[in-house]
């Protein structure tokens, strides 16, 4: 098969690896799982059609260029939380003036790992200039890791091998595997960067990669703000009490306690409606309990969303709940904020480090869980004030803020590679 490689004007490249590069910046979206076709990459190229195809885009006058190494799929859907941290980061720094390329497998191949796998084997062939600042997210990037002049960063969003004691089976093999990867990436890495302190303790004890920088996500709270208002609350004719969750349906995301919780306030919230956003391996278990509870009208599934549907969703709601007990951060919480609602979540992995401003209960408690939502159902000036808080709150993880900050580092670590080589 032909490959090529274009530079802007058009004429070929003799290409070094088969690894699709788009300059493009990715759909924007909010954290919405997984399910309608993926969006595609404004002028992406079929990959269908072709195994690879890029474009290199003329050096811009910004003081930074990055290349983000990624095989997570740039789009909300198939991408998740991951995407949308990755995608705003990209903007955050486009705003700031940095130029950002994209480096992502030009190929499909039904295994994820093993694409993953053969699309980092494939980086050791490709040129990288001595002044970009390469950034690999997760374990993308490991075999090029301290094997360029260019800076390397090790962008860890969320430390896989401590997600392995909620997988079974060949989903833990996978993942297990990934995680030796992720771990070899950081280990030879320049500078880790790191969503919060608790990847940062869990990238010591699993990974003994020490000193790791804690960058928080960041929501871009100019496009939350319009989708907000451009998408108002779906009127209803009775009185309801809406308790929103949005995630993937992964077994330590504990949908099932909420399921459970939600039993529990039956007879106690009369007007309760819980609305889940999302899809995922644990829907077809979560759906039996959700029979066996006899949840039918009180519980109602969503599917996948488009951005502007989500946002209805969240203007709809009252109380923001996911009581998952493994987060590396969780994005969803930064939206609730954007969204004004308070939040009722697990005392759990990085989630107090997030929601300052919510009630956070004891994990795997369906008991404590119902408390806290009844609560919040019966206070509505308890709701009003975890409300105004949150929306304070959630200015610190600002884009543009958050981008400077990894700038910031990043440039305090490309002058320590400097010395060093010289």
Not at 322 to 333: D, H, K, M, N, R
Not at 368 to 377: K, T
Not at 380 to 399: C, D, I, P, T
Request: aromatic letters at 8%; charged letters at 25%; proline letters at 5%.
């Amino acid at each position: 098969m032909a490959l090529e490689q274009t530079h802007a004007g058009g004429s070929p490249i003799s290409p070094q690896v088969i690894i699709g590069i788009t300059n493009e910046r990715p759909e924007c979206g909010i954290a919405a799982p997984f399910g309608p076709p993926p969006l595609r990459l404004a002028n992406q190229p079929d990959h269908d059609a072709t195994i690879f195809r890029g474009h290199w885009s003329a050096v811009s006058s910004c003081s930074m260029s990055f290349q983000f190494i990624t095989a997570i799929p740039l789009n909300v859907w198939k991408g998740s939380g991951c995407f949308v941290g990755i995608d705003t980061l990209a903007t955050g720094l486009r705003a700031l003036g940095g130029d950002v390329n994209f480096v992502t497998p030009g190929f499909r191949f039904p295994v994820y790992a093993a694409k993953r796998t053969l699309f980092n084997h494939m980086l050791r062939y490709r040129l990288f200039s001595s002044g970009d600042t390469i950034v690999g997210f997760d374990a993308d990037g490991y075999s090029i890791a301290g094997r360029r002049r260019a800076q390397h960063v090790a962008s860890i969003k969320g430390v896989i091998a401590d997600v392995l004691p909620y997988e079974t089976g060949l989903t833990r093999a996978s993942m297990a595997f990934q995680a030796h990867l992720e771990r070899v990436h950081a280990q030879r890495a320049d500078l880790v960067v790191t969503p919060s302190r608790y990847c940062a303790d869990r990238l010591d004890e699993l990974y003994r990669v020490r000193n790791a920088t804690v960058i928080p996500e960041l929501i871009d709270l100019d496009k939350w703000r319009t989708l907000l208002a451009e998408n108002p609350a779906a009127t209803s004719k009775r009185q309801r009490f809406v308790v929103l969750c949005v995630c993937r349906f992964y077994s330590r995301k504990r949908v099932d306690v909420l399921l459970r919780a939600a039993a529990l306030l039956r007879a106690r919230v009369p007007e309760l409606e819980v609305r889940i956003v999302g899809r995922g391996p644990e829907a077809a278990r979560l759906l039996l309990l959700w029979r066996a509870l006899r949840l039918q009208g009180r519980v109602l599934w969503l599917g996948d969303l488009t951005p502007n549907e989500l946002a209805t969703e969240y203007n709809g709601a009252d109380v923001f709940c996911l009581p998952s007990v493994q987060e590396g951060f969780g994005i969803v919480f930064l939206e609730a904020m954007a969204a004004g609602k308070p939040i009722v979540a697990a005392r759990a992995a990085a989630v107090p480090e997030v929601v300052h401003n919510g009630v956070l209960v004891e994990p795997e408690n369906e008991d404590a869980l119902a408390d806290a939502l009844d609560s919040l159902y019966r206070d509505s000036q308890l709701r009003m004030s975890l409300s105004a808080s949150g929306r304070r709150h959630v200015e610190n993880f600002e884009m543009r803020r958050i981008a400077r900050r990894f700038m910031e580092a990043v440039g305090a670590g490309t002058k320590e590679v400097e010395e060093i080589v010289q």
